[in-house]
C-alpha cells in the first residue's frame, strides 16, 4: 500500500472537487484556495505530469475549441486508480488523526 | 499573447512535458499574464509570468530527470569529458555564464526584496491607503494624503471599512531622557488602531490602549535601548522639543527594513489637538489634506465600491467648494501592496520603485543573454571537433532528436557548473553590491520555497536558450560529409555566429551610451544655475516655539562674531519644497485663482542665500509696512500672469491684499527633479501658518570650525535645553541626488561586466580563428606579407561587426535614454560625442582583447606554422 505525497493528494482531490472543470488555471486557482498560498502555484506541473504518468489522472482536449483563439483546453479527470488512490487516502487521514484534539489549542 | 512567444515557452518545456501538459501550461502563464496586467501594468504582469514560468519549468524538469536518469548520466558523463578536454573554452564558457547568473541572481534578489516591502503586516491584503486625483487648472497630480475627517466618516458609515488610522508625520525631534539628548526622524502621530491595521508586535506593554491618550509614545526596541539601556521603559517619560513630555506606554520590535513604514516613534493621534489646538480648521476641513490615512476592509470586499461611495461622499459634503476653487477631485484607495512599487512619482519627483525594477531586469536579461551567446558561437565554432561523433552515432542509428538531447543536457550541465560558481559569486559580492544600492541585501532574503525554484528555472531557462541552437546546428550534419576529413562548418552558420557576436555588443553598446548619458544628465544638473549659492550657508532648523520666540536674541548674538557675514530666516531652504497656495492676482477673476509656492522670509534671506532681486527691491526693515504688505514674486510668476512690470500690482491672498516690490530672479524651492512654479515671498515670518522653520547664516570660508563652534556656543546659551542641530545647505541640497547617483552606480557596475562577458567570447573567438587561420598566416608571410597586413587583416573582420554593433545600437539607445529622460524636467541635451567616445572606448577594448592572439599568430615564424605540410 503505497501512500500518495501530500501534494499530490491535494493536487487529486482539487480536480475531484472540479469535476467536469478541472483544467489548469482552475486547478491551480482550487489549490491556492484550499492551501492558502500562491507561492508555488507554477510548480504544481511537475507534480500533474506525475500524476498522469502513475495513470492516476487522464487529460482530454476539450471538443470544442475553448474561447482562446482556437487553442484546445486541456482538461483533467480522475482515472479509476486516482480515485481509489483517493478514497485510500481520506480513509488513512482520517483514521490517522481520529481522537487527535485541536493540536493548535493543544500545544 | 502572440504566437511567437508560444512558440518559445512550447520550444522551452518541449523536452520536459507532453503536449497536454504544454497547452494547459501555455494556457495558465497567459492567464497570469492577463490577470496581473489589468491591476498592474505590462511589464510587471510580464514578470509575473516569467516567474510563474520558471517555477514550472522547475517543476517539470526536476521530474523529468528523476525519470530518466540512466539516460541523462551517460549524457552527462560524455559532456563532463567534453568540458576537461578543452579546458580554456570550458573556462570561457564557464566564467561567463558563472557571472552572468551571478548578476541574474543578485538582481532578483534585489527585485524579490522591491516585492517583499511591508509583505509583513498580517492583514496587508485588506490595507488600503487613501489617496486623491486633483486636477487644478489644468494641472494633474496624485497624492496620497487625506482629510482629517474622511477615515472617521468612513468608519462611521460603511460596515465594510473595520478601522481606519491616521498617520502624520512630524518634523525631526529633539528628544531628551535625562542626560539623553538626540533627533529624532521618522516620528509620527497615529491613532492606536495601527496597532490593529498593521502587524507590529509589542515587547513591552500593549497594543490595545497603547496611543489612547494624548502625549503617549510607543517606541521601537531600538529608541528604548538607546534612551533607557535594557530596562522596561514603560511609564517613563520623554521629553519633545524642550516643550511636551510623552509618556511611554509600549515598546514594539524593530520595524523590518524593506518596510515604508520605519517609524522611530508613534505618538497617539489625540496629541494633535495640543499641539494644533482644539479648534484648527484642518481638523475639521473637509478639504485640507494634511493626513495619510490607511483603511482596514472587510475581507473579500470589493475597494472600487467603496471608492465610488466615497467619491458620493466628499461630492455631499465639499464638491461645491472644491469646484469654485478650480479643483477636481477623485479619492482614491490604493491597495497597500502597491505603495512600494506602484506609488506615481509624486512631487518628489523620484522615479516610482517599479521602474528601477524593470531597467534592472532589462539589465540582467542583457548580461544572461551575452553569456548564452558566447556559448552558442563557441560550441558552433568548434563543432568540427564534435562532427566525427554525431556522424558516428547517427551511422549507428541515433535519432536526431536523441541528439539534440544529447547537446542539451551538455549544455545543463554545464549551466549547473556555473550555477555552483555564481553562487559562490553571489555569496561574495552582495556586501559590496549592497553598499552600491544603498541598502541591506542579504542571502536571507532569499526564501527556499519560492527563490530557489526560479534560480533553477532559470539556471535551466539559460542552459537550454544556449544550447538549443548549437544542438539542432550540431544533430543536423549529414553523417557522410561529417565523417569524411576536412569538414568544414558552413558559411551559413558563420554568419549566423556574426549576427550574435553583433548582437552581443549591441548589447554592451547600449549600456555603455545609456550609462555615459545618465551621467551626462547628473552633471548637466549638478552644474545647473540653481539661483542661489549654498556655499558656506549653514542652516540651523527651527523646532519649537520657544526658539521661534528667541530668533531675534540669536539672531544679535549670532551677529556678534565677524565671520558671521548675514543672516536669514524663513519658511523653508530651497529643496525643501513650499506650502501651495491659492493666490488671486491682479486682473484675474476669482475663478481664476493661482497656485504659488508661498514663503515667508526677511530681507537677510535674501542676502544669505545669494538670491538676486531683479526688478523692483528687496524687503527692507525700515519699511514698517513690508511685514504685511509687501511681496515678491519669481520670474517664472510675473512670466504666468502675463505681467510686463509686475512692480506695484496688487496680489490677493486669503482676502489680504499684497503688492509687489520685486521680482525675484528664478530659485529652486523644490528639488531639481520639479519645474519651477510660481512662488510668492512675503516677509510676515511670524505667519501662524507658515511658520519660520530654519535660520540660515553665511559664514566665512576661513574658520568655518571655529565660527560653527561660535555658532553652537550661542544656541547653547539662547536655548539651554535643545541639542544643537545644523547643516550645510550646498550638501543637504545635493542630496536628492543621491538616488541618481546609486543607480548610475549599479548602471556603471553591470556595464563594465556585459563588456566583460562579452570580451570573454570575442577572446575565445579571436583564438579559435587564429587556431583556423594559422596555414593561411603562414603562406601569406611565406609570400611576403608584413606582420601589419596580417594584424589588420585578422582584425578587420572584428571592427566591422563592431561598427556594426554600433550603428544599431545608436537609434536603439536614443530612443531608450529619451523615454528615460522625460522624467526630468532638466533635461540635458543628448550630445553627440557621448555617442562618439562610447563607440572608440568599445573598439579599443575590443581590439585589446583580440590583439593579443592576432599579434601572437601574425608574428609566429612561417617555418613552425607551415613545418606539418
Known sequence: MAFLPKIEEILLLAIWKLGDNAYGITVIEQVEKDTGTTWLSGSIYGALTRLKKNGYVKTSKSEKPAEQRGRPRIYYTLTKSGMDKLVLAQQVTKDVWQDVPDLKKAR | ?869
Open chain 2, 1 to 869: 499573447m502572440n504566437r511567437f512567444i508560444e512558440k518559445i515557452i512550447s520550444g522551452l518545456i518541449s523536452p520536459f512535458a507532453d503536449d497536454d501538459v504544454k497547452l494547459s501550461l501555455i494556457e495558465y502563464v497567459e492567464n497570469e499574464y492577463l490577470s496581473a496586467k489589468e491591476v498592474k501594468g505590462m511589464a510587471a504582469a510580464l514578470l509575473i509570468s516569467v516567474l510563474r514560468f520558471l517555477q514550472a519549468l522547475f517543476s517539470l524538469f526536476t521530474e523529468k530527470i528523476s525519470w530518466s536518469i540512466e539516460m541523462f548520466k551517460n549524457y552527462f558523463k560524455i559532456g563532463f569529458r567534453n568540458l576537461i578536454r578543452q579546458k580554456g573554452y570550458s573556462f570561457i564558457n564557464i566564467s561567463g555564464l558563472a557571472i552572468g547568473l551571478a548578476s541574474g541572481f543578485i538582481l532578483i534578489t534585489y527585485i524579490f526584496s522591491e516585492f517583499d516591502y511591508d509583505n509583513f503586516h498580517e492583514k496587508g491584503e485588506r490595507i488600503y491607503r487613501l489617496g486623491m486625483n486633483s486636477t487644478a487648472r489644468g494641472e494633474e497630480f496624485t497624492w496620497f494624503s487625506s482629510t482629517f475627517v474622511l477615515g472617521e466618516e468612513m468608519k462611521a458609515n460603511y460596515p465594510e471599512v473595520e478601522d481606519f488610522t491616521r498617520i502624520r508625520y512630524l518634523p525631526r525631534q529633539a528628544v531628551n531622557y535625562k542626560e539623553n539628548s538626540f533627533y529624532e526622524n521618522n516620528v509620527i502621530l497615529a491613532d492606536n488602531s495601527i496597532f490593529n491595521i498593521m502587524t507590529f508586535p509589542f515587547k513591552y506593554g500593549s497594543p490595545e490602549k497603547a496611543l489612547e491618550a494624548p502625549f503617549a509614545v510607543v517606541i521601537t526596541e531600538e529608541m528604548a535601548e538607546k534612551y533607557f539601556g535594557n530596562n522596561d521603559p514603560v511609564g517613563e517619560i520623554l521629553r519633545f522639543n524642550a516643550q511636551h513630555d510623552y509618556t511611554v506606554t509600549g515598546v514594539i520590535n524593530n520595524i523590518p527594513e524593506n518596510s515604508d513604514f520605519r517609524m522611530n516613534m508613534i505618538c497617539s493621534m489625540q496629541t494633535i489637538y495640543s499641539l494644533w489646538g482644539q479648534d484648527d480648521p484642518r481638523l475639521s476641513d473637509w478639504i485640507s489634506y494634511n493626513f495619510s490615512t490607511l483603511v482596514l476592509l472587510e475581507e473579500g470586499y470589493d475597494h472600487r465600491e467603496l471608492e465610488v461611495k466615497i467619491n458620493q461622499l466628499l461630492e455631499e459634503k465639499a464638491g461645491e467648494r472644491l469646484r469654485s476653487k478650480g479643483f477636481t477631485t477623485v479619492l482614491l484607495l490604493q491597495p497597500f501592496s502597491d505603495i512600494h512599487l506602484f506609488t506615481p512619482p509624486s512631487r518628489g519627483g523620484s522615479q516610482g520603485a517599479i521602474d528601477f525594477v524593470y531597467v534592472f531586469s532589462a539589465i540582467s536579461f542583457f548580461i544572461i543573454l551575452i553569456a548564452c551567446v558566447n556559448f552558442m558561437n563557441l560550441s558552433t565554432a568548434r563543432s568540427f571537433n564534435r562532427a566525427r561523433e554525431v556522424g558516428m552515432r547517427k551511422v549507428f542509428g541515433a535519432q536526431r532528436k536523441k541528439l539534440i538531447k544529447q547537446f542539451l543536457s551538455e549544455s545543463l550541465l554545464l549551466s549547473f557548473i556555473s550555477l555552483f560558481f555564481a553562487m559562490i559569486l553571489v555569496e561574495l559580492t552582495l556586501p559590496y553590491i549592497s553598499s552600491l544600492a544603498g541598502r541591506e541585501l542579504d542571502i536571507s532574503y532569499i526564501d527556499p520555497d519560492w527563490h530557489i525554484p526560479v534560480f533553477i528555472g532559470i539556471t535551466i531557462l539559460v542552459g537550454i536558450l544556449a544550447g538549443c541552437y548549437p544542438a539542432v546546428y550540431l544533430s543536423g550534419f549529414k553523417p557522410v560529409s561529417a565523417i569524411k576529413t576536412g569538414f568544414k562548418s558552413s558559411a551559413g552558420a558563420s554568419r549566423f555566429r556574426s549576427v550574435l557576436v553583433v548582437f552581443q555588443f549591441t548589447l554592451s553598446v547600449i549600456l555603455v551610451i545609456g550609462t555615459g548619458l545618465i551621467m551626462n544628465q547628473l552633471d548637466h544638473m549638478q552644474n545647473m544655475d540653481f539661483g542661489f549659492n549654498g556655499k558656506d550657508v549653514v542652516a540651523i532648523p527651527l523646532r519649537s516655539r520657544d526658539t521661534i520666540n528667541s530668533i531675534h536674541t540669536l539672531k544679535n548674538e549670532l551677529k556678534s562674531n565677524p565671520a558671521v557675514l548675514s543672516i536669514g530666516v524663513a519658511s523653508g531652504l530651497p529643496g525643501w519644497g513650499a506650502q501651495y497656495n491659492d493666490f488671486l492676482p491682479e486682473g484675474f477673476s476669482r475663478s481664476e485663482m493661482q497656485l504659488m509656492d508661498d514663503i515667508q522670509a526677511d530681507a537677510g534671506f535674501f542676502e544669505t542665500l545669494g538670491l538676486t532681486i531683479v526688478n523692483g527691491r528687496c524687503f527692507s526693515e525700515d519699511i514698517v509696512s513690508d511685514k504685511e504688505r509687501a511681496m515678491i514674486i519669481n520670474e517664472t510668476a510675473a512670466k504666468q500672469f502675463g505681467w510686463q512690470n509686475p512692480v506695484g500690482k496688487t496680489i490677493i491672498r486669503n482676502g489680504q491684499n499684497f503688492t509687489v516690490v520685486g521680482i525675484v530672479r528664478d530659485y529652486h524651492i523644490r528639488s531639481v527633479f520639479n519645474m519651477i512654479r510660481p512662488a510668492s515671498i512675503m516677509n510676515n515670518i511670524n505667519h501662524q501658518w507658515n511658520p519660520p522653520r530654519v535660520i540660515a547664516v553665511r559664514i566665512s570660508p576661513d574658520d568655518v570650525t571655529g565660527t560653527i563652534s561660535h555658532i553652537r556656543n550661542v544656541w547653547e546659551r539662547v536655548q539651554p535645553g535643545l541639542p544643537f542641530d545644523h547643516f550645510f545647505l550646498d550638501s543637504s541640497f545635493d542630496g536628492q541626488f543621491r538616488n541618481v547617483r546609486q543607480s548610475i552606480s549599479i548602471f556603471s557596475n553591470f556595464t563594465i561586466i556585459a563588456i566583460v562577458i562579452a570580451c570573454l567570447g570575442l577572446f575565445g573567438m579571436a583564438s579559435y580563428t587564429a587556431e583556423q587561420r594559422t596555414r593561411e598566416i603562414g603562406i601569406r608571410k611565406t609570400l611576403g606579407s608584413s606582420v601589419k597586413r596580417i594584424v589588420i587583416l585578422l582584425n578587420r573582420e572584428t571592427v566591422k561587426l563592431i561598427l556594426m554593433s554600433n550603428f544599431i545600437a545608436w537609434p536603439v539607445t536614443y530612443f531608450l535614454v529619451d523615454r528615460y529622460m522625460q522624467a526630468f524636467p532638466y533635461r540635458a541635451e543628448l550630445t553627440l560625442s557621448t555617442f562618439f567616445i562610447s563607440t572608440i572606448l568599445i573598439i579599443l577594448i575590443a581590439l585589446l582583447t583580440v590583439a593579443y592572439q592576432s599579434i601572437r599568430s601574425s608574428i609566429t615564424n612561417p617555418v613552425d606554422s607551415l613545418r606539418y605540410e
